[in-house]
């Protein structure tokens, strides 16, 4: 069973940055596509940035491309979302994943593995 925990939420104003962390536990990840989804209030879990297991491949939500970069430490067990130029909508809770492929997964129903998540509020 691979255990995720998410950790680097906070609150934030407009234009800042967090660094948000997804340590796992049970597994190692180095064979697991990674994925980060985030979900505000009233809304459904939407994808955000994904990284293939090697870490040579990354795909972006188009609402977050050129602001945040998800990366990947095998050897920390590790993976990670920049998030900078930080705007009032991206505020949600956000979601560490992990599915066991080779591709890059994109839907939420591809990623058996969730986090608990971590709070994102970024204020205007």
């Known amino acids: 069973q691979v255990q995720l925990v998410e950790s680097g939420g906070g609150l934030v104003q407009a234009g800042g940055s967090l660094r948000l962390s997804c340590a796992a536990a049970?597994?190692?990840?180095?064979?697991?596509?990674m994925g980060w989804f985030r979900q505000a209030p009233g809304k459904e879990r939407e994808f955000v940035a994904a990284?293939?297991?090697?870490?040579?491949?990354?795909y972006y939500a188009d609402s977050v491309k050129g602001r945040f970069t998800i990366s990947r430490d095998n050897a920390k067990n590790t993976v990670y979302l920049q998030m900078n130029s930080l705007k009032p909508e991206d505020t949600a809770l956000y979601y560490c994943?992990?599915?066991?492929?080779?591709?890059?997964?994109?839907?939420?129903?591809?990623?058996?593995?969730w986090g608990q998540g971590t709070q994102v509020t970024v204020s205007s």
């Open positions: 994943a992990a599915a066991l492929t080779q591709r890059v997964a994109v839907r939420t129903y591809e990623y058996p593995h």
């Open positions: 049970g597994r190692t990840l180095s064979s697991y596509c």
């Open positions: 990284i293939g297991w090697s870490g040579g491949n990354t």
